[in-house]
């Protein structure tokens, strides 16, 4: 669903129950929804409107899934309604205080992905930083035992299409994603958004491994960018056997400048923008030792 479509869903559902598009909108910041939770936020928020709003919110069309106890919002209805939502700053406020002491039981990484939602429509000054560290703590837990590793990968894969692009901005989602992708085995559904990830931030994902594979891949300049190929009539490069496939590329463009670089993931055809005027590109066979998040 297009954010067009969202707007046209939303207008829809407000013609017949204007009451459950605006227990919706207080709803948004929320992963999933619980009867509990669409109770507070009407009593505490929307005192006048009675109980078939949230009726008929359940049972509406903004809905992506519904369960016997929780239902979640479209994703797309959830980013026109949440952003609509923070342009109240007194109602976010308090719309997110009791999203939070409703969902003080739900698993951490939810609680998480909740926080940094709310952050980051929040307008606060210091947001961005407050995000990096509250992603911190799952940048940890990666570091952890195996299947703890592994479980906050696969959240995360979940999640990253949920979040907000303030979120996907900043260096610590997108490291998260690149350490899912690696973790999981599995690219994630859409890719950091000028994120400065590189690939030293994940490092600590190969501790335990000694690469003794590896894939040759194919670069070719093309004016502004670098397109990576099959191996054959290009310049061939090995690079260790992960999957996905993830090299550093690094350029000069001056002999007394230091170098740039940026990471990608990719695939055959898959171009990364540098500098036209690149001079020279490199790759990085192997990962330096692994060091672990702090």
């Known amino acids: 669903m297009s954010a067009q479509d969202a707007l046209d869903r939303i207008r829809l559902v407000s013609e017949d129950s204007p009451d459950a598009v605006m227990l919706a909108r207080l709803a ?3 992963i999933r929804i619980e ?3 669409l109770r507070r936020l009407r009593t505490e928020l929307m005192p006048e409107a009675d109980v078939s709003a949230e009726a008929d919110l359940w049972f509406s069309p903004l809905i992506e899934s519904a369960g016997a106890d929780s239902i979640v919002l479209d994703a797309d209805v959830a980013e026109v309604l949440r952003t609509d ?3 109240e700053s007194a109602l976010f406020e308090r719309t997110a205080r009791i999203t939070r002491d409703a969902h003080a039981h739900l698993p951490p990484a939810l609680q998480l992905e909740e926080e940094v939602t709310a952050l ?3 307008g606060a000054d210091d947001a961005a930083d407050r995000i990096e560290n509250a992603l911190a703590t ?3 837990s990666m570091t952890g035992d195996g299947a703890r590793a ?3 990968a ?3 894969a979940r999640a990253w299409p949920r979040l907000p692009e303030d979120v996907r901005r900043t260096r610590a989602a997108a490291t998260l994603a690149l350490a899912s992708s690696m973790l999981t085995g599995r690219r994630s559904a859409a890719k950091p958004i000028d994120a400065d990830a590189r690939i030293n931030d994940v490092r600590w994902v190969f501790r335990d491994r000694s690469f003794t594979e590896f894939d040759t891949i194919g670069a070719v300049l093309e004016s502004d960018t670098v397109r990576f190929t099959a191996a054959g009539q290009t310049v061939a490069m090995q690079v260790p056997r992960t999957n996905p496939c993830v090299v550093e ?5 001056d002999a007394s400048a230091s170098p740039s670089s940026e990471r990608g993931k990719l695939t055959e055809h898959e171009s990364i923008l540098v500098e036209a005027t690149c001079t020279r590109s490199s790759t990085r066979r192997n990962p330096e030792p692994a060091r672990r998040p702090r």
């Open 28 to 30: 948004s910041l929320a």
């Open 35 to 37: 009867p509990h939770l």
């Open 85 to 87: 939502l923070a342009g």
């Open 120 to 122: 980051a429509l929040s």
């Open 138 to 140: 799952a940048l940890r």
């Open 150 to 152: 592994r479980e906050t």
């Open 154 to 156: 696969r959240w995360f």
């Open 249 to 253: 590329l690094s350029w000069v463009t």
